[in-house]
C-alpha cells in the first residue's frame, strides 16, 4: 500500500512542478539586461577580491622576508610572480547604439520615407 500512495504522491509532484514551470512569463529585456549587470558585477566583484588577496600576500611575504633578515636567517630569494592587477572602479557596459535601434538604414536613401498620397489612394496599400 505505501507503494501506491508514493507513485500518486510522485506524480501529483510532478504535475504541480510541470504546471507552474509552464505558467512563467516570458523574461523580458529589462530583465536580461538587469540579470547581465548582475553577472557583471559578480565578475568584476571576484576580480577586486583576487586583488586584495594578492595585495595581502604581498604584504604578509615582504613581513616574512624583513623579519628573516632581522633575525640574521638566510632566506632563498622570494620567487617572482606577476603583478597584482587593479580592476579598477566598476564601469557597467553600455549596448552599442545598434542594439539600441538607433543606427541608420544599411543603404542610402533613394526617395523620402513618406509620400503626399493619402494612404487610401494608394494601390494595395504599397507606397508610391
Excluded at 586583488?51 to 636567517?73: E, I, N, T, W
Aim: charge should be neutral.
Amino acid at each position: 500500500m505505501p507503494s501506491k500512495l508514493f507513485r500518486l504522491g510522485t506524480l501529483l509532484t510532478a504535475m504541480f512542478c510541470a504546471s507552474v514551470m509552464a505558467a512563467q512569463p516570458p523574461i523580458d529585456e529589462a530583465a536580461k539586461a538587469k540579470a547581465a549587470e548582475a553577472a557583471a558585477r559578480k565578475a568584476w566583484a571576484a576580480k577586486v577580491d583576487a586583488y586584495q588577496l594578492c595585495k595581502s600576500q604581498d604584504a604578509v611575504a615582504a613581513r616574512y622576508f624583513a623579519d628573516m633578515a632581522r633575525a640574521g636567517k638566510q632566506v632563498p630569494p622570494p620567487v617572482a610572480t606577476a603583478e597584482c592587477a587593479d580592476p579598477g572602479p566598476f564601469a557597467a557596459e553600455t549596448p552599442p547604439l545598434e542594439a539600441a535601434g538607433a543606427h541608420s538604414p544599411p543603404a542610402d536613401a533613394a526617395q523620402p520615407p513618406s509620400s503626399q498620397v493619402p494612404e487610401a489612394k494608394l494601390e494595395n496599400g504599397a507606397k508610391k
